[in-house]
């Protein structure tokens, strides 16, 4: 398996510009997280899904910031407008289903964000 | 609530040193244990993990035992090489969610 992919690796964008990063879990895992990672902050959880539905979103930090999961293979973090402010890589991570025995978390390369 | 606690980096070590890094926990039921690290450039990766008590995962040299009396995951490896510089991140599983909760990560600098 080619692990959990995201895309774009890196982005650089003006402030007020929308942003769309993109995430395709490991096929057959049915939990799927995004983290934002900063010095200042260290590692956040923002938001996960469990089998498409959002079961968990107390780490988005305000309106701006959206994610979806119409389907098993695909997520998508959207921010808009953008702000210098949420500069970061932001992982997506999945993990199998419970009845596998695993609760390990397969993390992506990351999207390495910056907002100017 | 579950939470983790790890020492605060960064620990520069020479090559060939002993290297302990402590993380306690604090849980209820019995939560699996893991750690993690993150090189330079690249997300978290599994390190290793312990599912139960007195439990002991091990990898690359790395061993780290789950221990309930003292709470504790501490990392270990008796002999560092300056490839293992990198981040290290302990976690929590949770009985009840696909959460884990991480600590704040540690970060290990091997010299030659």
């Known amino acids: 398996d080619a692990g959990v992919i995201q895309s774009p690796r890196h982005e650089v964008t003006e402030m007020g510009q929308e942003v769309t990063l993109r995430c395709k879990p490991i096929s057959g895992h049915n939990s799927l997280f995004w983290y934002r990672q900063t010095m200042m902050r260290g590692l956040e959880l923002l938001i996960y899904f469990n089998n498409n539905v959002p079961i968990d979103d107390s780490g988005m930090p305000e309106d701006r910031f959206s994610a979806k999961m119409p389907n098993a293979s695909f997520s998508t973090l959207k921010i808009q407008p953008s702000e210098p402010r949420d500069s970061a890589v932001y992982f997506c991570?999945?993990?199998?289903?419970?009845?596998?025995?695993?609760?390990?978390?397969?993390f992506g390369p990351g999207t390495r964000l910056l907002v100017l | 609530g579950n939470s983790v606690t790890q020492m605060e980096g960064p620990v520069t070590l020479s090559e060939e040193a002993f290297l302990t890094i402590n993380c306690t926990y604090t849980a209820t039921g019995y939560p699996s244990l893991f750690w993690y690290v993150q090189y330079p450039g690249e997300g978290l990766q599994l390190l290793l993990k312990a599912t139960k008590a007195d439990d002991k995962g091990s990898n690359k040299g790395f061993e780290a035992t789950y221990r309930k009396e003292t709470t504790s995951f501490h990392l270990e490896k008796g002999s560092v090489q300056v490839s293992d510089s990198a981040v290290y991140f302990c976690?929590?599983?949770?009985?009840?969610?696909?959460?884990?909760?991480f600590g704040s990560g540690t970060r290990l600098l091997v010299r030659p």
């Open positions: 991570a999945s993990n199998p289903p419970r009845t596998s025995g695993e609760e390990t978390q397969y």
């Open positions: 976690a929590l599983g949770s009985d009840s969610s696909y959460k884990l909760i």
